[in-house]
């Protein structure tokens, strides 16, 4: 049975969606009717990037400027008025809507358009079958007209589990897979419209010579190979030989999306929260993936990254606070890996990854946190040169706090618009805090504390 993020860890960290290893080029004004929308996030299409965040059963909405996020803010549930389902509890599981969100220009009309899980959702009488529904963009942003996507509902299979976008089949439509909580994948295919209908939908379940049963707990969509299609890796509690163990399942994009390499990166206890991104760290052409691995070393945590190939993931390697230049000691439950998110920082060319240590010790302050950022180049990410942040360091507002969890979310992003990716971190209780990059890398000069949370689609 699905386990909802609001069940499983305190550490949840949202739902990766469909990423990429550097930065996109700057949208040029607004966008015109027809027009697929220059960014998978820019919800009214004013040609600036938007920044949607899920929280408690509900979807807040902040809408970018030329100079980063900006003080308009719109919040929606199920209550309000277009958006179809009901708000609140469900046959004893908190509500999950907003809980995995996904974005894209689903029916390319120049609004990048969101996809909203609800792993909760009673439908059709049938309690926790959960649901996604498609919130349209328009001029005036998102929140006044959504769709239902169609789907076979089950009794507590907690449709919409996890959601990634990408262009699977290489066509040039925004596609949308789906992960149910139970055992399989669903790619919709483009195009979408405001009715409700998709294109062709395909239904993906490893074979028993993978693994006797899998649980899709994460999707992370991004370019592996160097074909023009979105390739997809389904993370999750894989069951073999009378052993559990977590485990990456890739399906390689084209025009038809085919199971490809199994991996097994830990065999030490089940992580229901897995994150995950696609980067190419070491700029040979393929996509890596770095995934996190919590549980590893009795908690102390690490991230492994599996190299991309031109059919898929070939080796993979591991990080931790024990690799050399790694500020900071391994230490159980530190939770090495708790958030990932993969930008340049330095203006090097190479993606670089934030990795956050969200119960990692600080001082006398336990579960206080902080965040790493390792440095991508020619050999992929090392610890060589690595920087680390926590309330504790000099210029970042704030003070450590137990179990205050600094970094519970992370996200590198050029808020700024000048080039290089920016790190923005939220915890448990405080506000965020948004640290500038520059020709060096992360800096805490001019640190500000946004109102925006660190957990929208990458």
């Given at each position: ?90 046959g004893g599981f908190a509500d999950g809507f907003g809980e995995s969100l996904a974005n894209a220009d689903f029916n390319r009309d120049g609004y990048a358009d969101l996809a909203v899980g609800d792993v909760s959702e009673k439908v059709s009488g049938k309690v926790a079958a959960g649901a996604v529904t498609i919130v349209w963009g328009s001029a005036s942003g998102l929140g006044s007209k959504a769709s239902r996507i169609p789907v076979t509902h089950r009794t507590y299979y907690g449709f919409g589990n996890a959601l990634a976008t990408g262009d699977f089949n290489g066509d040039g439509k925004a596609d949308l897979a ?281």
């Amino acid at each position: 049975m699905f386990r909802t993020k609001t069940h499983r860890l305190v550490l949840a960290t949202a739902t990766a969606a469909s990423l990429t290893g550097g930065l996109l080029t700057l949208a040029v004004g607004p966008a015109t009717a027809a027009t697929p929308a220059k960014y998978a996030d820019d919800f009214n299409g004013d040609g600036y990037r938007d920044y949607a965040v899920g929280d408690s059963g509900s979807v807040t909405v902040t809408y970018g400027t030329a100079t980063g996020p900006g003080t308009k803010v719109k919040t929606f549930n199920q209550n309000s008025a277009g958006i179809p389902g009901t708000a609140g509890d469900a046959g004893g599981f908190a509500d999950g809507f907003g809980e995995s969100l996904a974005n894209a220009d689903f029916n390319r009309d120049g609004y990048a358009d969101l996809a909203v899980g609800d792993v909760s959702e009673k439908v059709s009488g049938k309690v926790a079958a959960g649901a996604v529904t498609i919130v349209w963009g328009s001029a005036s942003g998102l929140g006044s007209k959504a769709s239902r996507i169609p789907v076979t509902h089950r009794t507590y299979y907690g449709f919409g589990n996890a959601l990634a976008t990408g262009d699977f089949n290489g066509d040039g439509k925004a596609d949308l897979a789906v992960a149910d909580g139970v055992d399989t994948v669903y790619v919709y295919r483009g195009g979408f419209s405001t009715s409700g209908t998709t294109g062709k939908v395909t239904k993906h379940v490893p074979s028993p010579s993978l693994t006797d049963v899998f649980e899709p707990t994460g999707l992370v969509a991004g370019k592996v190979t160097k074909d023009k299609a979105t390739d997809l890796y389904v993370l999750g509690q894989g069951y073999k030989n009378d052993r559990m163990t977590q485990a990456a399942w890739f399906l390689r994009g084209g025009t038809t999306v085919k199971s490809g390499k199994f991996t097994t990166y830990d065999s030490s206890s089940p992580d229901y929260s897995p994150t995950g991104v696609v980067a190419d760290f070491d700029k040979n052409g393929y996509g890596d993936l770095a995934v996190s691995d919590t549980p590893y070393n009795k908690g102390a945590g690490s991230v492994v990254v599996m190299r991309g190939g031109a059919t898929g993931p070939t080796t993979d390697y591991r990080l931790s606070q024990s690799t050399s230049g790694v500020v900071s000691a391994p230490a159980k439950g530190d939770s090495f890996g708790t958030a990932l998110s993969a930008g340049d920082t330095n203006r090097d060319g190479y993606p670089d990854l934030a990795v956050s240590a969200a119960e990692e010790k600080v001082g006398s302050a336990a579960g206080a946190g902080g965040v790493h950022v390792l440095r991508g180049g020619r050999s992929g990410l090392t610890g060589k040169s690595s920087q680390w942040f926590s309330r504790a360091t000099a210029g970042v507002p704030g003070s450590p706090a137990e179990s205050g969890l600094f970094g519970l979310h992370v996200r590198l992003r050029d808020l700024d618009r000048d080039g290089d990716a920016d790190l923005l971190i939220s915890d448990n209780n405080e506000p965020s805090v948004l640290l500038r990059a520059g020709s060096t890398g992360i800096t805490t000069v001019g640190a500000t504390e946004p109102a925006l949370r660190a957990n929208f689609p990458q």
